[in-house]
């Protein structure tokens, strides 16, 4: 079983930035692939950002690249979203996930079986 609870979101304006926090529980956290996800009203969850359990690798949505940041701290068990820049379109609902079978990241929403329960993030233009 592993627990995942949010935290970080708000409104900001475009150009703005937020950092979202992730606490997890579970004994084998240091070992599960982390990701970002993200939804919007009527569409599917979006793959945001991922983060591997060995060398801590990362994955980025295009759309995010090179504004946004994931990491983790095994020790704190807290995986991290820095988010920069933002903008309207970056509005959503951002929730953390772990993959607790896969050793890299698939960024795929039916990989990830944890969820958090999620944070919303406005954007405002």
């Known amino acids: 079983q592993v627990d995942l609870v949010e935290s970080g979101g708000g409104l900001v304006q475009a150009g703005g930035s937020l950092r979202l926090s992730c606490a997890a529980s579970?004994?084998?956290?240091?070992?599960?692939?982390m990701g970002w996800f993200r939804q919007t009203p009527g569409k599917d969850r979006e793959f945001v950002a991922g983060?591997?359990?060995?060398?801590?690798?990362?994955t980025y949505a295009d759309s995010v690249k090179g504004r946004f940041t994931i990491s983790r701290d095994n020790v704190k068990k807290m995986v991290y979203l820095q988010m920069n820049n933002l903008k309207p379109e970056d509005t959503a609902v951002y929730y953390c996930?772990?993959?607790?079978?896969?050793?890299?990241?698939?960024?795929?929403?039916?990989?990830?079986?944890?969820w958090g329960q999620g944070t919303q993030v406005t954007v405002s233009s």
């Open positions: 996930a772990a993959d607790t079978l896969n050793n890299v990241v698939v960024p795929i929403s039916g990989e990830f079986d944890y």
């Open positions: 579970g004994r084998s956290f240091s070992s599960y692939v």
């Open positions: 983060i591997n359990w060995s060398d801590h690798s990362t």
